[in-house]
Nanobody
Framework: VQLQASGGGLVQAGGSLRLSCAVS????????MAWFRQAPGKEREFVAR????????EYADSVKGRFTISRDNAKSTVYLQMNSLKPEDTAVYYC??????????????WGQGTLVTVSS
């Protein structure tokens, strides 16, 4: 299983970006999917998850109401729509596939990361 994340870039505060995570080797619908992020000098943190069964969605408090996670099973791709971006959202964003919890250890497969930089 391989995950390819894309869509990062430089955006001004208040702007939007959509990250994509293409899953190959096995359908994204076979896994719980999540996005994590890691800012410089900080630990990797949970951002959002979408469970395999029942489609349970959960967000970190810091992004709730601004970010939306979704999945397109036909394209085997998971998305993270990020609106109202803030400078504190600056980080490398990683997509992950696994059991679908909110812990780093819940995921066995990781994408390479895509950098999001939000300027003030």
């Amino acid at each position: 299983v391989q995950l390819q994340a894309s869509g990062g870039g430089l955006v001004q505060a208040g702007g939007s970006l959509r990250l994509s995570c293409a899953v190959s080797g096995r359908s994204a619908s076979s896994y719980g999917m999540a996005w994590f992020r890691q800012a410089p000098g900080k630990e990797r943190e949970f951002v959002a998850r979408l469970s395999r069964i029942y489609g349970v969605i959960e967000y970190a408090d810091s992004v709730k109401g601004r970010f939306t996670i979704s999945r397109d099973n036909a394209k085997s791709t998971v998305y993270l729509q990020m609106n109202s971006l803030k400078p504190e959202d600056t980080a490398v964003y990683y997509c992950a596939a696994g059991s679908g919890g909110r812990l780093y250890s819940d995921y066995s497969y990781w994408g390479q990361g895509t950098l999001v930089t939000v300027s003030s």
